[in-house]
């Protein structure tokens, strides 16, 4: 019960530093300490980004760093995107795709880091 | 109406999309580098963008998941609510490090997401 408070306190921190939802950090709570299942931890992990998305969004409105008109554009495209995902990896190679997937990011963070 | 930076701000969102529905990987993973490399924000802008983005997509997310019953409620209240104390204070505290530093912590945390997507 501590522990998962801890947790989700340290994955909020991590969403507000980082612009990220935090389910890297929730989904394990969910399924080590609290005991759900992976799929009904994918499931409520989304149900506690809602608020942690919302008021970190509210805080860097608040700080000048957001036009929410970026957002919404953003927001609105990614849940049709989404829908498709989810097709997709029900057609194709899901192994080797991740596996490429793991590898743009890599390459991806060099990119950050030397930027 | 639908100018460039329109259009590039549409890409992102469905890249940021298609990338989560495939992977289970949040759209953050994916919105703010191509944000930040390829849109020119600077990293507040793209990482604060980035979760006004979230706020969306996990909201019709959940709505869905919760369709289908597989929400947890009490469970998701008890990792949520100390989560939104810790996003006040991952706001807070960003706009006090300089903005490299949040490239890099960045950089590492999509190394660490590599690792665990290869380890799966």
């Known amino acids: ?115 | 109406m639908l100018g460039g930076r329109s259009l590039k701000l549409a890409v992102v969102g469905t890249a940021g999309g298609v990338f989560s529905g495939l992977f289970g990987v949040g759209g953050g993973a994916v919105m703010v580098p191509l944000m930040v490399l390829w849109l020119d924000f600077d990293e507040r802008r793209a990482t604060a963008t980035s979760l006004g983005a979230i706020a969306l997509i996990a909201g019709a997310g959940a709505a869905l998941q919760g369709a289908y019953g597989n929400v947890h409620v009490a469970e998701g209240l008890l990792v949520g609510v100390p989560a939104v104390g810790g996003v006040v204070f991952g706001t807070w505290l960003q706009q006090r490090v300089p903005e490299r530093a949040v490239s890099l912590l960045f950089a590492a945390l999509l190394v660490t997401t590599a690792a665990l997507l290869a380890a799966r």
């Not at chain 1, 801890?6 to 921190?13: E, H, T």
């Not at chain 1, 612009?19 to 080590?32: N, S």
């Not at chain 1, 799929?39 to 919302?54: C, F, H, N, Y």
């Not at chain 1, 000048?64 to 849940?79: E, H, K, S, W």
């Open chain 1, 1 to 115: 019960m501590i522990g998962a408070l801890a947790i989700g306190f340290a994955a909020g921190a991590v969403a507000g530093m980082l612009g990220v939802g935090g389910g890297t950090l929730f989904v394990p709570a969910l399924v080590l300490l609290l005991g759900l299942a992976h799929v009904e931890a994918e499931a409520t992990s989304l149900l506690a980004i809602v608020p942690v998305a919302l008021v970190g969004a509210w805080r860097q409105y608040g700080y000048g760093n957001l036009r929410p008109r970026d957002a919404l554009v953003i927001g609105l495209l990614a849940i049709p995107g989404a829908v498709a995902g989810v097709a997709l990896a029900n057609v194709l190679p899901e192994r080797a795709l991740r596996l490429g997937f793991a590898g743009l990011l890599l390459v991806v963070a060099v990119g950050l880091v030397r930027r």
